[in-house]
């Protein structure tokens, strides 16, 4: 058994869930962590301007994940199903997908023998005008659910989302903070070392041999390490706060991890004084018996995705701008994406921006793309990502490990299942001793 640590970047879901199976294991970890706290991307947060808690990164359960939910059920943290209506929304006088067009998609995915990306997918067979409408749907598609760039994106990807069966959805219940919460009490009973504000700036190596330098200039060793942190950081410039510098160069690593597509998203809050279906009563029907509220709604707007939180409190609406769009505006401030918020609710709910601006109470915008220690959202599927992700999963000389939502091989990509099956499975590899080398 190894004497030295085995030093885990990044504090994460899957470096906390690397650190945990690696603990149970009775190794040694030290986890270091850019920022001042831990959960990465998962990321809740309590403002008392707001009536509930906010869900500034991960929010949802994306149906029934084994690794998720053995750990909520582990922790005895509760959750729920996702509650309210699909409503699509479009411009009025535009043409709207029709059902032909749609059993036409699902004939022509269906038939598919190779890949390649979306956008040359639609060209091949959907480039009459008579398909505008159902093009914006598979790109909206796309750069909504995968925050993709449909230059890039897989449509072999596409049609595995696309064809599934509609899973129900979850929350966890306070929020997603409560698992990372739970990981970390399980990492720190067990004797893990977890360093906040450690940020990583050169890592040198040598086969069973690893040293990580912070930018402050504090030296950690270890007999190997596990780097999680988002792709976003691997693929930056040396000039970037939180870039990393491998000595000696990993070229091979880096080249294959651009071939992953990694998206951008930012995600927008808008606190009401009271619940806007009440005085809209296009959008407070009931059928049924029961009433008719929006849970998701799909648009052509600016911001063309956003949901309540019905009912939990239904007076917050949360929009999101993903893929191509976000990364467009990424040098936008938070005054040009309140704007786009307001006036895209205005053309969505056909009230005035000053009707909104007034029953408005508090606003934030959580900007991804700008966080340096993200710089995006999560990975999405090319043609490459296959080839990439498996040299990416053979270690450097049994030294150094990949791990992370971006690594993950299973169904579940771009979650925070993928993110905890990809540290549960490294985590697995080191103690088992199995493992494809370079």
């Given at each position: 058994m190894d004497e030295q640590p085995i030093l885990i970047i990044g504090a994460g879901a899957s470096g906390l869930m690397a650190a945990r199976e690696l603990l149970k294991a009775g190794r040694k970890v030290i986890v270091l962590e850019a920022n001042d706290r831990a959960g990465g991307r998962i990321h809740t947060v309590h403002d008392p301007s707001f009536f509930s808690h906010l869900e500034l990164g991960a929010e949802f359960i994306h149906g029934r994940l084994p690794v998720t939910l053995s750990l909520?059920?582990?922790?005895?943290?509760?959750?729920?199903?996702?509650?309210?209506?699909?409503?699509?929304?479009?411009?009025?006088g535009k043409p709207t997908v029709t059902e032909n067009h749609l059993q036409l998609l699902t004939r022509e995915l269906d038939q598919l023998t190779a890949d390649q990306t979306a956008?040359?997918?639609?060209?091949?067979?959907f480039s009459g005008e008579q398909y505008s409408a159902l093009r914006d749907t598979?790109?909206?598609?796309?750069?909504?659910?995968?925050?993709?760039?449909?230059s890039r994106a897989s449509i072999l990807a596409f049609r595995e989302e696309w064809l599934d069966e509609e899973e129900e959805q979850y929350r966890v219940s306070g929020g997603y903070i409560k698992l990372i919460d739970f990981l970390l009490s399980e990492c720190t009973s067990k004797g893990a070392f977890i360093y906040f504000s450690k940020i990583i700036?050169?890592?040198g190596w040598q086969k069973g041999k690893v040293t990580a330098?912070?930018?402050?200039?504090?030296?950690?060793?270890g007999s190997r390490i596990i780097i999680t942190v988002p792709l976003g950081i691997l693929l930056s410039s040396g000039q970037e706060k939180s870039s990393i510098i491998f000595s000696p160069a990993i070229d091979g690593k880096l080249q294959a991890a651009k071939e992953i597509g990694y998206g951008s998203v930012v995600k927008i809050f808008l606190?009401?004084?009271?619940?806007?279906?009440?005085?809209?009563?296009e959008f407070n029907q009931v059928k049924n018996g029961h009433p008719f509220i929006p849970g998701f709604i799909f648009s052509e707007a600016a911001i063309p995705t956003w949901w309540t939180q019905?009912?939990?409190?239904?007076t917050l609406l949360t929009g999101w701008l993903g893929g191509t769009p976000a990364k467009q505006y990424e040098n936008e401030g938070e005054v040009f994406f309140l704007k786009a918020a307001i006036d895209s609710l205005s053309a969505i709910l056909k009230v005035t921006p000053g009707w909104l601006k007034e029953k408005l109470i508090s606003s934030k915008i959580a900007h991804w793309?700008?966080?340096?220690?993200?710089?995006g959202s999560y990975s999405y599927e090319t043609i490459a990502s296959g080839m990439a992700r498996a040299v990416l999963n053979m270690s450097v000389e049994n030294t150094i490990f990949f791990a992370g939502e971006a690594f993950y091989t299973g169904k579940h990509k771009g979650t925070v299942e993928a993110a905890l099956g990809s540290g549960l499975a490294v985590a697995k590899r080191i103690t088992g001793y199995k493992d494809q080398t370079e």
């Open positions: 909520l059920k582990e922790g005895n943290i509760s959750y729920c199903p996702v509650q309210g209506t699909f409503w699509q929304i479009n411009r009025e956008d040359d997918f639609l060209r091949a067979h598979v790109r909206g598609f796309i750069r909504g659910y995968d925050t993709a760039d449909t700036k050169k890592i330098l912070t930018s402050s200039g504090e030296q950690f060793s606190q009401f004084d009271h619940t806007l279906w009440n005085d809209l009563p019905f009912s939990d409190n239904p793309t700008r966080d340096p220690f993200t710089l």
